[in-house]
Nanobody, 124 residues
């Protein structure tokens, strides 16, 4: 089992930054990737970014260049630095962990464990 604890989030003005973290506990050695997803009101949950073993990262086009995901191995924590936030980034954000070795970390189906969702609101 892998448990994920998410921190960060809240309300920020458009153009501002926000950093969130996702700490993994338990059998973390099984984790191949940690991903971020989000769900805006009345929309489907969508992929944001992932960090996988080997220090590879991948971003959705709508956050590329604005969001950065990185890992602190000593703390088993992945961080999501969000810059130049836009009102359309307003959503509930989720962290997820995958124990699979796959090429599809940009899909929900690749993930086995999910952290609690946290609200990010960007005011215009």
């Amino acid at each position: 089992q892998v448990q994920l604890v998410v921190s960060g989030g809240g309300v920020v003005q458009a153009g501002g930054p926000l950093r969130r973290s996702c700490a993994a506990f338990g059998r973390t050695f099984r984790t191949h990737a940690l991903g971020w997803f989000r769900q805006a009101p009345r929309k489907e949950r969508e992929f944001v970014a992932y960090y996988c073993s080997g220090s590879s990262t991948y971003y959705a086009d709508y956050v590329k260049g604005r969001f950065t995901i990185y890992r602190d191995n000593a703390k088993n924590t992945v961080y999501q630095q969000m810059n130049s936030l836009k009102p359309e980034d307003t959503a509930v954000y989720y962290c997820a962990a995958s124990v699979y070795s796959t090429s599809f970390y940009d899909t929900e189906e690749a993930y086995n464990y999910w952290g609690q969702g946290t609200q990010v609101t960007v005011s215009s």
